[in-house]
């Protein structure tokens, strides 16, 4: 997709409403800090071919509210040109984040997803613990996917800053919570405008994608609707992402 895109309107507000924002802060607040102690920071930021031959991805999975937040921020923060370079980016599953500066940092490390946030947060002994914590009191299939999803997610490298609000993190983790909470939100509110809905609808049956990447909703959201209107069933046909 080299087509190229799109109005950068920094001149008008946020596109996220505050009071959706403010819902936003207080799911990532809940997520306790980590200090990263590795040797090659923004490791986890890329994937090795092996990785990605594996179905793995980065900075996924991505609600459409954190990408709106994300969108913001850029527009807000960002010189003209990485705004272009980020807002046009559209590849759906690419190895190397593209918020990963040189040097292995985030450039968008306030706003990142949960998914960013809470790479590295539980231990494996943590994960074993919740799991036979919460044993009997949820969903067993649920406790099946925590396991297996935050495995993968352990780090031997980093540091819990704060460590009094890991049980209850975890927890959230076990049932979903975050999840759910994030789909409520973007129920309010998802942005789409009524253009891009129909052409929505019409390509896949779906009213809205609560979750894809960052090259998947830029895709949506901005590349110019007579483009879409000629190429997003085959970009749906063939996403590998997007729910
Ligand atoms: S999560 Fe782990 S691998 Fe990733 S930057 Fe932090 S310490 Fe390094
Ligand atoms: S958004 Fe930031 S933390 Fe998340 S994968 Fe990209 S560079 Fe890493």
Redesign the pocket.
Known sequence: MSDSLLQITVEHGPVLPADVKASLEQIYDAVPT?T???D??????ELTDEEAADDWATMYPLYAVEYLNIVDHVRENFSKEEQKRLLSFDEERPLRCPFLTKV?GCSIHPVRPLACRT??VISQEGVIETRDRLEGEVPAIWLRHFVKNESCTV????EIEESEKVDDHAECMATFSYDRRLLDLEKSFDGLDDDRRDLLIKASGKYRISRWTWGGFNTLWRKPISWLKSNLVGILDRAALAE
């Open positions: 980590v990263c102690a590795c090659r920071l923004g490791q986890c930021c292995g790479y590295g780090c031997p490298h980093t």
